[in-house]
Nanobody, 127 residues
Framework: QVQLVESGGGLVQAGDSLRLSCAASGRTFSSWPMGWFRQAPGKEREFLAA????????YYIDSVKGRFTISRDNAKKTVYLQMNSLKPEDTAVYSC????????????????????WGQGTQVTVSS
């Protein structure tokens, strides 16, 4: 059974930073491309960032480029999302996801690329 558990969310002020973690169970973490998504109340789920199996390639949505950084530690079976210069519009539930195929420039933002999902962690940014 694969489980993804996010942590690191919380209430912060605009301009602050947070680092989210997503810890995975399962033996094959290093074979999964990983992604981060978020969903704000009343809005659709939004892709944020993705990283290939070995961490060699990353993808971002334009609105977080330069502010968010995705990384992974395969030995720890953990993927991270470093979020800097947070804005009130970043308020959402943040979830990590694991793919079982490959992620590339054509599919990285598509939720269907990802098979396993975490429950999410709440990030609230006050102005």
């Amino acid at each position: 059974q694969v489980q993804l558990v996010e942590s690191g969310g919380g209430l912060v002020q605009a301009g602050d930073s947070l680092r989210l973690s997503c810890a995975a169970s399962g033996r094959t973490f290093s074979s999964w491309p990983m992604g981060w998504f978020r969903q704000a109340p009343g809005k659709e789920r939004e892709f944020l960032a993705a990283i290939t199996r070995n961490g060699g390639t990353t993808y971002y949505i334009d609105s977080v480029k330069g502010r968010f950084t995705i990384s992974r530690d395969n030995a720890k079976k953990t993927v991270y999302l470093q979020m800097n210069s947070l804005k009130p519009e970043d308020t959402a539930v943040y979830s990590c996801a694991a793919g079982i195929g490959t992620v590339n420039s054509n599919n990285y933002a598509n939720p269907r690329t990802y098979y396993y999902w975490g429950q999410g962690t709440q990030v609230t940014v006050s102005s």
